[in-house]
T-cell receptor, first 111, second 113 residues
């Protein structure tokens, strides 16, 4: 079953602009992760933020987590055409044995 | 080796066929997973294996039968599938510590005719 929703469902921006995607979830979590998927193939892990963390950075990625609102955001700065993909948030349960995905955001970065 | 390898990449099978999907990892991960993904939808969890034992079955129909012969290998046996079972089947593995992300294979694109 799907853990929550992502918005927007689709986002189109110009190269060099920033892209922000939001994710909401329903249950208590151990951590929240973001993944990228190109052309319906395998998912690539981007970043993990634990439930006791509020913000994390990795290169051009910035992730925030608000456990009181059960929400997270992913910011991609200075986007590139190669960032065009689907982005999914996923939450790992407290038992650490189950990863549940949100609906995903399809990002298109125009050159 | 930091990859999860899935074979075959594409599979077309009839509704009366029996086939198997294979997944392999050599990262020493203790947990392995099968996910099903329909077009433009998020992956949905099917099965979880922890230390080679089935720990979670998300009410998957019995025409899907998972098997974990050893800590590096995960199979998904398919029998009497329906056209609506056509999807991308993804295998993943994790250390199970909650500090690291999951590693996904590139998937098997299954078409049931």
């Amino acid at each position: 079953s799907q853990q929550g929703e992502e918005d927007p469902q689709a986002l189109s921006i110009q190269e060099g602009e920033n892209a922000t995607m939001n994710c909401s979830y329903k249950t208590s979590i151990n951590n929240l992760q973001w993944y990228r998927q190109n052309s319906g193939r395998g998912l690539v892990h981007l970043i993990l933020i634990r439930s006791n963390e509020r913000e994390k950075h990795s290169g051009r990625l910035r992730v925030t987590l608000d456990t009181s609102k059960k929400s997270s955001s992913l910011l991609i700065t200075a986007s590139r055409a190669a960032d065009t993909a689907s982005y999914f948030c996923a939450t790992e349960n407290n038992a650490g044995n189950m990863l549940t995905f949100g609906g995903g955001t399809r990002l298109m970065v125009k050159p | 080796d930091t990859e999860v390898t899935q074979t075959p990449k594409h599979l077309v099978m009839g509704m009366t066929n029996k086939k198997s999907l294979k997944c392999e990892q050599h990262m020493g991960h203790r947990a392995m997973y099968w996910y099903k993904q329909k077009a433009k939808k998020p992956p949905e969890l099917m099965f979880v294996y922890s230390y080679e034992k089935l720990s979670i079955n998300e009410s998957v129909p019995s025409r899907f039968s998972p098997e974990c012969p050893n800590s590096s290998l995960l199979n998904l046996h398919l029998h009497a599938l329906q056209p609506e079972d056509s999807a991308l089947y993804l295998c993943a593995s994790s250390q199970g510590t909650g500090f690291y992300g999951y590693t996904f294979g590139s998937g098997t694109r299954l078409t049931v005719v």
